[in-house]
């Protein structure tokens, strides 16, 4: 059974006088608690009729009507049933119309007394469908739902709702047409003509209600104002961190609103690991109560709270570090004088953390003892964990950048590599092609010539070799496989050495003048002399293959202290050549370097000859540079290696020099000697 007609329009037709008006549903849940509050607050048995959208709503009152039916007998409830409402009689009656009729979208509530009455009949004003949204699940949990109807006190309108209810009920339980008969004439028949209302009971319920409305309102404008606060600051340190990736750019931002959000006297963010020994601090926001820390090493080694932080990778916060000589089982006597100099007199200390990996710390200090809510707390956490996230983007875009520059460089060392090798195969492979045809086609070439032939094949040849091993070379000491036989080698006979081996292969005549201005008292240094002989040689190719003949280049070798009181002994190697432009000092080292590029060359070569001199000068313990005015001044090559510790021998066994040349040459002559 359904009934499709509105209490709320059969009243205002039956009393045209009454003008609805609008109710929102947390309203009409304060005005309904008022009434049954003041039929509980009386000793009469007044008639009571509820109505009911549906059964879950009533489930949430049935407490109330408990209490009421044991006060009177006249209780009707009417509701749509969706579990167990059923019609019963037991303490009250109990209605259950069908969902589908129209009491499903009324909220009524009469009161009818001896000496008072009151009624609440309104009907949901229907909002157009949320598009793709439960309407009615949402409805139920909507408090500013709103209602269109009539609240009075007037005896009249009162009596006139409850026939129509009653009317109602009789429809729906036509087995009570007895009580529902006696109900109508005890409470809906003539008006009483006095009238004892106390409205206090009424009146007290609802401003109560109203208070506690306002009560929680506040605490929800407190939690959206501090979830805004949160989502500021998140959003401040995620447009920084979309801005630039710098850690200083995103922690200054982070350092200043965090401060002013949480009005800290004083707010830290730094990077530290539990192992550091202290950090410097060079993010701060602080107050004009406290002293600045910017600039200050701030001790972490001996830094408790750190440490328990660190290791927990939870936040620890102390209200008042003088009123506490421990918190969590950190004692605070060690920090006494760090609290003291520092006038710290609350803390709140919260790691940077991601993935379980410490990045750093964010401190704040109060100098008054405050007591940190968990909101402040969890704010506090909540851009610590956005740090975390920026400080590792930060990290990989740094790893990428590099990542991409060593792409870069092995992409210009491969098109070296082809261009350069390219070059220093073609040709020689081409005159020695050229040669061994002619020496194939005609037998009967001058000896002159012939001997010509040989000589300019055996000599691209020979260019050919040098090229394969100094390939073979690089790799090995790059890779580590090198085979270093350290001894005491004495310099001089070093660089003799190497100034034979440039003029057996070259012109004396294409040569610029070398000199060497060598002592021989120098204390030997501790080298692999087969090695240090090689990088001098390389060197003075370069300088000589850079140095027009009439040009001069200028050996000398000087003792050298370095800060740390090691003693190295430094050579230098000077022309008076092309020169090499200052921001190229340190790439001129690089593998395949050529400072004309690969295809514009005036001098041959493959660009190895620096790098092998630099890694052989860092595997006997020393550094290798270079030094330039610029273009067309000339430059200086220099080189360090470590003293050793023991005096050399000058002398051979049978009173001569011929001992002083380093036991690798002779070694190495000893072979060639034996074969």
């Known amino acids: 059974m359904s009934i499709q007609t509105s209490v709320l329009e059969e009243l205002l037709q039956s009393s045209a006088q009454l003008r609805p008006q609008l109710y929102f549903k947390s309203s009409l849940t304060a005005l309904s608690h008022a009434m049954e509050d003041q039929v509980l607050a009386s000793d009469a048995q007044p ?28 209780v009707y409830v009417l509701a749509a049933p969706e579990t167990s409402f059923t019609n019963a009689s037991r303490d009250y009656e109990t209605i259950a119309f069908d969902p589908s009729d129209q009491l499903s979208h009324e909220w009524h ?36 739902r709103r209602f269109e109807g009539i609240w009075t006190f007037d005896r009249e309108v009162s009596s006139l709702a409850a026939e129509i209810l009653l009317d ?18 005890q409470f809906v028949g003539q008006m009483p003509t006095t009238r004892d209302v106390d409205p206090d009971p009424f009146a007290q319920r609802l401003v109560t209600y109203l208070q506690a409305g306002q009560y929680k309102l506040q605490k929800a404008y407190r939690s959206i104002a501090a979830k805004e606060q949160q989502e500021r600051l998140v959003n401040l340190i995620t447009s920084a961190m979309r801005q630039s990736l710098d850690p200083h750019e995103i922690f200054k931002v982070a350092v200043n609103e965090l401060g002013k959000a949480m009005q800290a006297g004083r707010c830290l963010i730094y990077r530290g690991k539990a192992n550091d020994a202290e950090v410097l601090i060079s993010h701060e926001f602080r107050s004009d109560s406290l002293p600045s820390l910017l600039g200050q090493y701030w001790p972490l080694a001996n830094h408790r709270l750190f440490q328990t932080v660190a290791q927990q990778q939870e936040s620890i916060s102390i209200p008042d570090t003088q009123a506490a000589e421990s918190v969590e089982s950190v004692d605070l006597a060690p920090l006494a004088e760090l609290i003291q100099r520092w006038q710290i007199r609350s803390w709140l200390i919260v790691p940077i953390v991601y993935q379980g990996l410490l990045l750093g710390m964010i401190e704040l200090h109060q100098a008054e003892p405050q007591s940190w809510t ?10 610590a964990a956005q740090l975390g996230v920026a400080l590792i983007q930060a990290e990989s875009y740094a790893n990428l950048e590099d990542l991409n520059q060593q792409l870069e460089a092995l992409e210009r060392t491969r098109s070296n590599l082809i261009a350069i090798t390219g070059h220093e195969l073609r040709t020689p492979l081409s005159t020695i092609q050229v040669c061994l045809e002619s ?36 790799s090995r000491l790059e890779s580590g496989r090198v085979e270093w036989h350290l001894e005491p080698v004495a310099i001089d006979e070093c660089v003799t050495l190497a100034l034979s081996s440039l003029r057996t292969r070259q012109s004396e005549t294409g040569l610029p003048k070398v000199t060497a201005q060598i002592a021989e008292e120098l204390p030997p240094v501790r080298a692999d002399g087969e090695r240090l002989v090689e990088v001098l040689s390389k060197l003075l190719d370069n300088a000589c293959k850079f140095t ?14 370095q800060p740390n009181g090691g003693r190295m002994l430094e050579v230098t190697i000077a022309d008076t050549g092309r020169g090499i432009e200052p921001n190229r ?59 050793a510790q023991e005096p050399l021998d000058r002398t051979g066994a049978n009173g001569s020099k011929g001992a002083t040349e380093p036991a690798s040459k002779r070694r190495s002559n000893r072979k060639r000697a034996v074969g």
């Open 47 to 74: 008639l009571i009729i509820a109505s009911f959208q549906k059964e879950r709503f009533y489930r949430q009152e049935a407490h109330r009507y408990e209490r009421i039916a044991a006060i009177t007998p006249h």
């Open 109 to 144: 509530l009469v009161v009818i007394g001896v000496q008072y009455s009151t009624c609440l009949i309104c009907q949901e004003r229907q909002n157009l469908p949320i598009a793709g949204a439960e309407t009615p699940h949402l409805q139920a949990m909507d408090q500013t």
């Open 168 to 185: 109602r009920i009789g429809v729906y339980r036509p087995e009570l047409a007895a009580k529902l008969k006696q109900a109508k004439a």
């Open 374 to 383: 968990p909101d402040e707390i969890g704010l506090v956490e909540a851009i």
């Open 439 to 474: 020496l194939a086609t005609e037998p009967d070439m001058l000896p002159e010539l012939r001997q010509l032939m040989l000589s300019t094949a055996l000599s691209d040849a020979e260019r050919m070799r040098k090229l394969v091993q100094d390939f073979i070379t690089l």
């Open 548 to 561: 027009q003949p009439d040009g001069s280049i200028l050996i000398t070798a000087q003792p050298n202290l």
């Open 585 to 643: 000092l340190e790439t001129v080292f690089d593998r395949f370097y050529q400072e004309e590029g690969a295809l514009r060359r005036t001098a041959g070569g493959t660009g190895l000859g620096l790098a092998i001199c630099r890694q052989i000068v860092q595997g006997l313990g020393g550094q290798i540079w270079a030094e330039s005015a610029g273009r067309d001044q000339g430059s200086s090559f220099h080189f360090t290696l470590p003293l």
